[in-house]
């Protein structure tokens, strides 16, 4: 034991490289303390790929509650260590709330380099192994990883979840893999975005009554100076790091962790976009805030952030600023909707296309060119008549659209904002069950390292899905740093409490 409780103050180079180190405290909680690596330009680049990898009553301490220690990586991913097979084979994965399947690199893996770069689940040295032999494909935004399931005894913490089905990868075609600081990836979402139905880790734990509770809850700290990245529980949430009870709402639609959510709101003031209610899903595998561009660019000009000029935005407004303002006005006696006056403005930039090539219907390229120019309207629809609400006048309210089309994020998704004006910088709040979930600057500012200098960022990017599954919000690692997570799988339900 002595060797033991040495290790745990020892500093780990880096997750890859620790042991499963059990430590059982007094209060009936495993815990687990990881070191951090400070933020830098060319992590950030490994974590935002990385992260295209993932695009009642609750018993708050029990012997049965069992948690699962996460090593920060530069505030933008958090991992953990599990064991696969008798004995335990030790793979460092990323506990993602936003897909359900478990997959670790195989010893057949022979083809990728990023097998060669990790640790490999090797069938032969467990006594426990189960085959399975059904082969499987799982596509990403940046590669994917192909391979075939086993079923094996997998140690979470210190609960050993019998006979789990799992996948072998013996191809990982991403650059992502190879990067990346994770072995593998263990899904929580739920089974009906399973790849080959296999069951989540937490279903598993459930059928084989491991928990106490229906329940697992993260909480991810966000300190950069602090030696420990977080906590992940099964079974319960621990008290000492949330603060007053969490709010609940239900989930709206099984797969990912999905609710339906309100208004984002700057400095109090309503964006307009989501007032009327927006989807949302709460994403541990994503490092920042991903919403829609008509509110982002909001942010972005609240915050000062760099963004891409868009000439397509530009256009919108000074073509067709006035018209917009114009029909909002009288929407207001005609009690119509926003959607009449979309239909229209995409019509008259139709006939503006079919006009300017003189046929009868426009090339494949100028339907393209217009279906952008319409999407663009939709945001200025939603920025002016957040304005005209404000009872500002023409010139001032077409200035402001104009404004947020130079502050419309890069593609890449991040916007660069002044270290020096934090302080002065809005807060931010969610709105979730009728009740308002604030982000201050210091929680939606992410901090890296370059060049011996400190850039920060948004926390927030560009992220549109259309109709019906969207307009969507995924609520990353930035949100759940600041609000202590309950994910109830007894009830279909998320509970968010201020993180202590």
């Known amino acids: 034991m002595a060797k033991r409780h040495l290790l745990l103050v020892t500093t780990c180079l880096w997750a890859l490289s620790c042991a499963l180190l059990l430590h059982?405290?007094?209060?009936?909680?495993?815990?687990?303390?990881?070191?951090?690596?400070?933020?830098?330009?060319?992590?950030?680049?490994?974590?935002?790929?990385?992260?295209?990898?993932?695009?009642?009553?609750?018993?708050?301490?029990?012997?049965?509650?069992?948690?699962?220690?996460?090593?920060?990586?530069?505030?933008?991913?958090?991992?953990?260590?599990?064991?696969?097979?008798?004995?335990?084979?030790?793979?460092?994965v990323i506990f993602d709330t936003g897909s359900s399947n478990l997959w670790v690199p195989s010893a057949k893996c022979y083809f990728s380099i990023a097998c060669y770069l990790h640790s490999k689940y090797?069938?032969?040295?467990?006594?426990t192994y189960k085959a399975d032999g059904e082969t499987c494909k799982i596509t990403y935004g940046s590669g994917s990883i192909s391979g075939f399931f086993s079923k094996d005894n997998v140690l979470v913490g210190d609960l050993v979840v019998k006979k789990q089905k799992f996948i072998e990868a013996t191809r990982e075609t991403s650059v992502t893999f190879i990067i990346?600081?994770?072995?593998?990836?263990?899904?929580?979402g739920y089974p009906d975005i399973s790849v080959g139905k296999a069951p989540p880790i937490w279903q598993s734990m459930q059928e084989q009554k491991l928990l106490a509770d229906d329940v697992f809850s993260f909480w991810l700290n966000r300190d950069p100076d602090a030696s420990s990245g977080g906590e992940l529980v099964f079974g319960g949430m621990d008290p000492k790091h949330y603060k007053g009870n969490h709010t609940?709402?239900?989930?709206?639609?099984?797969?990912?962790?999905?609710?339906?959510?309100?208004?984002?709101?700057?400095?109090?003031?309503?964006?307009?976009?989501?007032?009327?209610?927006?989807?949302?899903?709460?994403?541990?595998?994503?490092?920042?805030?991903?919403?829609?561009?008509?509110?982002?660019?909001?942010?972005?000009?609240?915050?000062?952030a760099e963004g891409i000029i868009s000439t397509e935005c530009k256009e919108v407004v000074t073509e067709y600023g006035e018209m917009i303002l114009d029909l909002l006005i009288a929407q207001l006696f005609l009690?119509?909707?926003?959607?009449?006056?979309?239909?229209?403005?995409?019509?008259?930039?139709?006939?503006?296309?079919?006009?300017?090539?003189?046929?009868?219907?426009?090339?494949?390229k100028?339907?393209?060119?217009?279906?952008?120019?319409?999407?663009?309207?939709?945001?200025?629809?939603?920025?002016?008549e957040n304005q005209l609400r404000e009872n500002k006048t023409k010139e001032l309210i077409l200035n402001y659209a104009n404004q947020l089309c130079e502050r419309l994020p890069s593609p890449n998704g991040e916007s660069t904002v002044s270290c020096h004006q934090i302080s002065k910088m809005p807060n931010l709040a969610f709105t979730i069950a009728k009740k308002t979930f604030v982000l201050t600057p210091e929680q939606y500012i992410v901090k890296l390292e370059q060049s011996g200098?400190?850039?920060?960022?948004?926390?927030?990017?560009?992220?549109?899905?259309?109709?019906?599954?969207?307009?969507?919000?995924?609520?990353?690692?930035?949100f759940m740093?600041?609000?202590?997570?309950?994910?109830?799988?007894?009830?279909?339900?998320?509970?968010?409490?201020?993180?202590?």
């Not at 209610?277 to 541990?284: K, L, N, Q, W």
């Not at 740093?481 to 202590?500: E, L, M, P, Q």
């Open 248 to 304: 609940y709402v239900p989930v709206s639609r099984k797969g990912y962790w999905q609710f339906n959510m309100g208004d984002l709101l700057i400095d109090g003031h309503s964006t307009g976009f989501c007032a009327k209610g927006c989807a949302a899903i709460v994403d541990s595998g994503t490092s920042l805030l991903a919403g829609p561009t008509a509110i982002v660019a909001q942010v972005n000009h609240a915050i000062g």
């Open 122 to 127: 090797k069938s032969k040295k467990s006594s």
């Open 453 to 478: 200098q400190t850039v920060c960022i948004s926390g927030f990017m560009a992220f549109d899905i259309p109709p019906p599954r969207g307009p969507l919000w995924i609520l990353g690692d930035v």
């Open 335 to 364: 009690n119509s909707s926003n959607s009449v006056i979309l239909y229209y403005l995409s019509r008259q930039i139709h006939r503006k296309y079919v006009a300017s090539n003189g046929i009868a219907s426009v090339v494949d």
């Open 366 to 384: 100028e339907n393209l060119r217009s279906d952008a120019l319409c999407s663009v309207c939709e945001m200025a629809v939603v920025w002016i």
């Open 481 to 500: 740093g600041a609000y202590h997570t309950v994910f109830d799988f007894g009830n279909d339900r998320i509970g968010f409490a201020k993180s202590a």
């Open 24 to 92: 059982a405290s007094s209060d009936g909680f495993l815990r687990v303390n990881l070191n951090k690596k400070r933020l830098d330009k060319e992590d950030l680049t490994a974590a935002k790929l990385a992260q295209q990898a993932g695009n009642h009553l609750l018993k708050t301490s029990s012997s049965d509650s069992d948690i699962v220690p996460l090593v920060d990586y530069l505030n933008t991913q958090y991992y953990g260590v599990i064991g696969i097979g008798t004995p335990p084979q030790n793979f460092t």
């Open 180 to 188: 990346g600081k994770f072995d593998g990836i263990l899904g929580l």
